[in-house]
């Protein structure tokens, strides 16, 4: 990893170390400037002279590895990379060519925001350029948002911050408000290591932070994923489809559910995805540990990956942000027309006051309508631990599918056993009469899917994951299969009538 000390690159350099040699063919036509005064036109020929460029953004496309992508560049040196009506026309026309031809689209924008010397008219040209990205993501087609040192302003808040995935410089200075304005209008400074790339990580706000030498590695990788090559065909049936629950009874599937050494969704993307590229945090400002989201591809199919994160040091389960990250998920799924696999493997969501006034009920609420009635196909993995409503927020899909020893229930058993009896002594009782395993989830017609545990998935973690990442490429492509006008109401109906 680089220092953390940006070191501002211009907008050559960057396509330089980023697109395959000599692959940059521009699309910009002269720059057509709106009238100016006197004072406007000098500043706008010193900055030409000092930048090489006509404006303070460079378009077109190149490949990286060998795959077209379009590309709009900021060019700090002009005009501090302010966008005024030429700028602003030359990005649009750029992001609609590139939605026309069908390519992914990189940005990478390094700018003081709008350009004062052209008002209220600059100003309002971010809502046109914001626009076409909306427009570009409606075609199911990737943005991908690489900020650099410095953006703040109006450009951070249109088409800045709208990627899929977005990764930042080292170093780099992020945000609304430009230092020297606040510093201006409040006289005294910004505190120091807000507006830092690494600082909006932590807060969930960007996905990653990434030195400009390995960007076309994350972008090739991102991009493998969110437009395969590879067709899907019909793959073979594994072995898996045809297993049929064990013979554990619910209390001893529960604890072994329970082993420490029981792999996770960390494991699971690890050793079973052939990539897997993490996201972060909501984008909004809330990064929840207790859930991961990424994007992965298991053998042909391609998919965006939410679930439960088992908690590590003492760390809570799931509380309300992970729900808010995981409708990001959603959204990705929607917007990236691509599957969505969840992972379900929670204790409970988090009991906490925090919790209560972040609105979990609520999250949860909103979760299961998401799920329910998402357009793109899904399918949820009963991997472990299901308990509560922490468990039931990430389930709806089209296919689910079960590991041997999973189980799902609306309490632990203990806290039921609380309830009922007024002593954790009867979990074992209530787990069996309640049918929280997966043999009576899969008579009721919930799983349709059950992975084996032999040995048990503790014992032999990288084999599980193997199997259970064939199982999961399986059922994405099933359910990829269902037709897009029948898919919300085959999943609504299957959920209306479990057990009948």
Known sequence: MASTTSRRLTATALLNIVLDEDSFR??????????????YSAELEAARDKSGHDEAVLTGEGRIRGRRVAVIVSEFTFLAGSIGRAAAQRITEAIERATAEGLPLLAGPASGGTRMQEGTLAFLSMVAITDAVRRHKEKGLPYLVYLRHPTTGGVMASWGSLGHMTVAEPGALLGFLGPRVYETLYDRPFPEGVQTAENLYRCG??????????????IDRALRILLPTQPAGNLAVPASVDAVPGTRDAWESIGISRHPRRPDLRWLLAAGADDALPLNGTGQGENDPGLGLALARFGTQSCIVLG???????????GPGSLREARRGMQLAEELQLPLLTVIDTAGADLSPEAEEGGLAGEIARSLNSLIGLAAPSVAVLLGQGSGGGALALLPADRVLAAENAWLSPLPPEGASAIVYRDAAHAPQL????GVNVASLHRIGLVDHIVPEEPEAAEDPRGFCADLAVAIEYELSVAAAVPSGER???RAAKFATLGL
């Open 308 to 318: 439960h994160q088992r908690p590590r040091h003492g760390g809570r389960e799931m």
């Open 431 to 434: 787990a069996a009469e309640q």
């Open 205 to 218: 706000l960007i996905d990653a932070v990434v030195p400009p030498e390995d960007l076309p590695d994350i």
């Open 26 to 39: 521009s699309w910009d036509a002269p720059a057509e400037q709106p009238p100016a005064g006197i004072k």
């Open 488 to 490: 919300r109401h085959r």
